[in-house]
Structures are given as C-alpha cells and as structure tokens.
C-alpha cells in the first residue's frame, strides 16, 4: 500500500514537471478545472475557486488509506537546499526528499522551505527541521489522523479572496498542534505564477471569524497575542515535538475550546457530509456553483480593469533595484548632502536650484533646532501649530530623531488606521532605520507598513475583551460610546462645541468584541521594555488617556507623546464626543506628573479637538544635550 497522495489542480492536463511526485511509495489525483482531462487520474470540476477545488479534491481522497494527503500548486518549483544535498546528494528527487521528512518526523503538518515562512529572522537554515505559525498553501502535507480535525477548507470566504481559507487553518493548526506543523530545511519550495485573488486581503476577517469560534478563554488570548499582520514577524511555535500516539481529537476535547455550532464548524461538517453525486460537486459548467464563481470572477476583473493603472515602463532587475534602495536607505546616506542634492535633481530640479532646495533645508534644520532649544530653555513656551500644518510638527520631530545617538527609532501607533502619521514621519526626513509596531483593533490596511501589528484595543484595565462600537466611519470606533447629540453636519456649527461631519459617523453600524491589553503587555511582547520608545502616537478615540496609562512605569523610556484631546471652549465648557473621555487640562495633569512637557498644540478647525505633542523632559535631557543648549 502506497502512503503519498499527491493532489494538484490544473487547468487541463497534469505538468511533466510535477510527474516526479509519482514514485513507488505515491500515487497523484489531479483537478482540471477550465477543460477535461483524459487521464484516467482526473477529475473535472469547471469554474471551482481554489478552496472549492481543494475540498472536491479532498472529497475523492476520502476513504483511500494513504499515510499523507498532500496538497500542492500546479506551478510548484521544489529544490534541494544546501541540507538536502548534504543529506541526499545533488542529484537526488526533492519529492522523495520531503516524503523521508514526512516518515521521520511524521508532522501533522508538513510544509517545505518557502520564501516568506519564518521571516523577521526567524528562519534558521542550519536547523533540519523548525516549527512554524504561518504557512503557505504551496505544499501542505496532513497526515491521515489530522485530517478529519483540520479539513476541509472554508470556503464561504471565498468571494472577498480565496487566500482566507488558508489563514484559517493556519489558525486551527496552530492551535491544535502546536510544535507539530513542521518544515523540512532540505526542500526548498517555489512557484512561478500568482493565481489567487487577494487585493481585498484584509486578515480581521478571518481572525475574527476564528475568535468568535473560540470558547476557551486561554486560547482566545493566545490567538490575539499571535494574530499580527503579514509582514510581521513569523514565529516558530518552539521546538519540533514528537508525534503522539494519535493526532485524532475527540469532538467533546474539540467542544471544550470551540463553539462548534459557529458556522466555522458548520459549514465544514456539512461539506463532509455531501455525496460525491451532490450538484455542488457537479462536473456541469452550467451548475449553480460555477455559475455563481464565474459571476464573481466577472465582478473582479470589472473592478481591475477600473483600477488598471496606465502602461508603465519596464522596471529594472529585482536585484539591482533591491540593492539600490538597501543602498539609499542606510541612514548615513540619506543624510549627506551629495544625497540630497542628488534627490532634488532626480526630482527633476536644476542642479542650481537643486542646490538651493538643500540649503533651505539645512536653514531649516537649523530653525529647527533653534526651536528646540528656545522650548527647552523657556518652560512657558508652547507652541501652537495647527492640524492643517502637521507635517510641520513631525518634522520638528524628525530634526530631534535624527539627532539621537544610535541608527534606530522605535515608533509604537495606537490606532494605526492607514498609517497616515507614520508615512508623514518617514516623508519627514527622517533618515534613521524605524521599527514601528502598528496596533488596530478593526482596521488593518497598512499592516504591511509595520514591523509588526497587533489586532487590540488598548485598555488601561484588566485584559480579557470587551465590545468595540463600529461606527459610520472606522476613523470614530471606539470602546467607548458616542455621543451622537454632539455631531453636526452643517459646517457652520462645527467649533468648540460640536463636531462637524458631513458624513453619517454617529450612526453605529454594528458591535463586535475584540480582544484588549495593556500597551506595556504589546512592549514587553516586542521585546521593548528595556529600550526607548522613541514616539509613541495616539489616536484611540476617546480612550487616548486611558492608552497612556496602561504603559505603566514604561512611561518613563517613552521619548515623545503624541496624542489627541478635547479642548475647552472659550467659556470654559468642555463637549466631549465620547462618554467617559478626558479633557485636555485632565490629559495635561497626567503627562506633567508623569515628566512631560506640553510641546505643541495642533488645533481642529471643525471640532473641538487637537492634536497634542508631550516631551519627557529628563530622557530629552538625556538623550538630546545638544538641543538643549
């Protein structure tokens, strides 16, 4: 008996390339999914998503005993690494390279070495083997006790984009069989194509979809500590542990830590339960499930061929271009002034004005400086730039961050949103390395901005989860609630009093409850309590204050503070949006006890609130002596 079954998906007929996966021990089951295939080892199944496509594969393999099912993309490249060859020799079959894997460690889930697994410094390529959080649908292997737990795919979220399936059981994986999702460092695994539709990628989905499933309390908290953006780090789950005697789990142990009546569980149970003759696993083109997936595959390309951008021309080599802007952006670059006369030409300046463009910048600086010191030296002075003109501020904060010792700065943003205040810091001239950690409880889109975001609310009470109130705009979501007797939408009423929208942002769309700590919990996780959190910004609407506060003793490695309030009205009355939140007198008496002084204030036009910058004047002291002078 053969223990490998090898299940691909193709448009019509199998790949010579991928015939190597077939062996002695291997057998291959393939999926045509645009034409038929006469291979007697096809089967058809038109207009089908890819996780569709996975799960009617997965339907043909029940019932057959092989050791290992496994999953891989037709356009897979597989390798060996400097391991394998040491292991195999050069000329050995990376197939059966991966199959003694699976046999010597047997996994429940086995995976090869893929580009982005393990990344942030994780990956370690001397290591035979490493455990993994994150991983690539590429090349999955499941063995058979694992299966029933972890499949089939989740489809249901395959309208937005079918890479939301894999997250899922990435999730499930990781919780399940922590230690036990492997990858081999002897095969290297790669493709040469990008199917899957993720443009609308927005990973709360389906962290959230997974966390409303979760019933015990200790899981649900070690899923928000994991549940970070893509482009953070990609732990290893420790190290490799040995198979038990079943990766087989009751359904009373899964009902301890799940609400199995969630459609997670539902849908995946009802998809077990279809016959292979059901209409859903139908071969006809014009069944209602492939007339449904071609009306979505119509609605996409419609929606790119809107958002095409015009023909541009051929961009240089990948190596080139990553070496030159590896290059660009080490600090002691950026700061020459041959770079920047360079820039300024670039941007298509005359060398004289070019030239001229520099030195305003550098008179610049030294106005900037010279505000710093006239600041330091008064303790009255304050200055009041408005919102209009922010870019200002941060670049009076850029001047400062430059003028640290060392070649990095950390920047920490609650309420990262788009990521606005953090693409302004990086436009300032800021010529330092930035470590920044994004922190959202909803909104995610410029995750790939950060070095790592994490999907909370901050609190400054115990951490557990609370109801996080979504309203008309993500911009005014907030744990606490608003008050919607104190929005306008005529312009002319909005000022001290009240806040002018001329959208419907007081209207409360929905609730949904998200997981919370304290921002001294997030620092220490990252690995920061030891070091300076160079800028911290705050935009957590309503609960700013309370933001602060949970940094604790940390406060006091916290460089500046920037955060939003509520100010006054000229008669002295304060209008709060959100109940509970603070005012800035309220703000302000916490920052000075706590050693900061009031930098800036950044009036709204329209509402009553401001944007307020704080210093922490002993660590500037510290830190910065030389604006200080």
Request: aromatic residues 10%; contains cysteine.
């Amino acid at each position: 008996m053969k223990r490998f079954l090898y299940l691909f998906q193709v448009e019509e007929d199998l790949p010579s390339a991928l015939e190597q996966a077939a062996g002695d021990d291997s057998d291959i089951l393939f999926l045509s999914w645009r034409a038929r295939s006469p291979d007697p080892r096809s089967i058809h199944y038109p207009s089908s998503s890819w996780t569709q496509g996975r799960n009617r594969l997965l339907r043909e393999a029940m019932g057959r005993d092989y050791l290992y099912v496994v999953f891989a993309d037709d356009d897979i490249v597989l390798s060996l690494t400097d391991l394998g060859v040491a292991a195999a020799g050069p000329y050995a079959n990376p197939w059966r390279v991966f199959e003694q894997f699976l046999l010597s460690r047997e996994p429940a889930v086995g995976c090869g070495m893929y580009s982005w697994h393990l990344c942030g410094g994780w990956l370690d390529a001397a290591q035979d083997v490493q455990t993994l959080r994150f991983f690539d649908a590429i090349l999955n292997a499941f063995h058979r006790e694992a299966v029933d737990v972890l499949l089939p795919y989740y489809d249901l979220l395959d309208e937005q984009t079918e890479c939301y399936s894999q997250n899922l059981l990435c999730s499930l994986a990781a919780d399940l069989f922590p230690g036990h999702v492997i990858q081999t460092n002897r095969v290297r695994v790669a493709n040469t194509q990008r199917r899957r539709v993720d443009t609308e990628l927005l990973v709360c989905k389906p962290d959230h979809l997974y966390l409303e499933s979760l019933r015990d309390t200790v899981w649900r908290r070690r899923f928000a500590r994991q549940s970070i953006g893509e482009s953070a780090r990609h732990p290893t789950m420790g190290p490799p542990r040995a198979k038990p005697a079943s990766y087989a789990i009751a359904e009373d142990e899964l009902a301890s830590h799940y609400d199995l009546r969630h459609a997670l569980w539902t849908r995946r149970r009802e998809l077990l339960a279809l016959p292979r003759d059901d209409e859903f696993y139908s071969d006809h083109a014009d069944s209602p499930r492939a007339r449904r997936w071609r009306e979505v595959q119509q609605r996409r390309a419609q929606a790119a061929a809107l958002a095409a951008p015009s023909p541009v021309a051929p961009r240089r080599p990948v190596e080139i271009a990553e070496w030159t802007r590896a290059m660009l952006n080490r600090p002691t670059v950026r700061s020459s002034l041959l770079f920047q006369v360079a820039r300024e030409v670039y941007r298509g300046r005359t060398q004289s004005n070019a030239m001229a463009s520099v030195w305003r910048a550098l008179q610049s600086r030294r106005r900037a400086r010279a505000l710093w010191k006239s600041w330091y030296r008064d303790a009255r002075c304050v200055y009041e730039i408005p919102e209009s003109r922010q870019q200002e501020v941060l670049e009076l904060l850029a001047v400062a961050l430059n003028s640290l010792p060392g070649s990095g700065v950390v920047f920490i943003d609650v309420g990262a949103g788009r990521g606005d205040v953090r693409h302004r810091l990086v436009a300032a001239s800021l010529h330092k390395r930035l470590f920044s950690v994004g922190i959202d409880p909803i909104d995610v889109r410029a995750h790939l901005l950060y070095a790592g975001y994490v999907q909370a609310a901050i609190t400054d009470g115990p951490e557990g989860y609370a109801d996080f109130y979504c309203y008309g705009s993500s911009d005014c979501s907030s744990l606490k609630r608003l008050n919607a007797a104190k929005v306008t939408h005529d312009p002319s009423q909005g000022g001290d009093r009240l806040y002018y929208s001329p959208a419907p942002i007081e209207r409360l769309e929905h609730t949904v409850t998200v997981p919370t700590f304290n921002l001294s919990t997030i620092v220490r996780q990252y690995g920061l309590a030891d070091d300076v959190l160079h800028f911290l910004k705050i935009d957590a609407q309503g609960s700013d204050l309370d933001a602060f506060r949970s940094l604790g003793s940390l406060s006091e490695r916290c460089l500046f503070v920037r955060t939003e309030t509520v100010l006054a009205a000229k008669d002295g009355t304060v209008s709060t949006l959100y109940d509970g939140q603070s005012s800035f007198a309220e703000d302000r008496a916490v920052f000075e006890e706590a050693g900061f002084r009031l930098f800036n204030v950044a009036r709204f036009d329209t509402t009553p609130e401001a944007d307020v910058t704080f210093v922490n004047v002993q660590l500037f002291r510290e830190l910065l002596p030389q604006l200080c002078r």
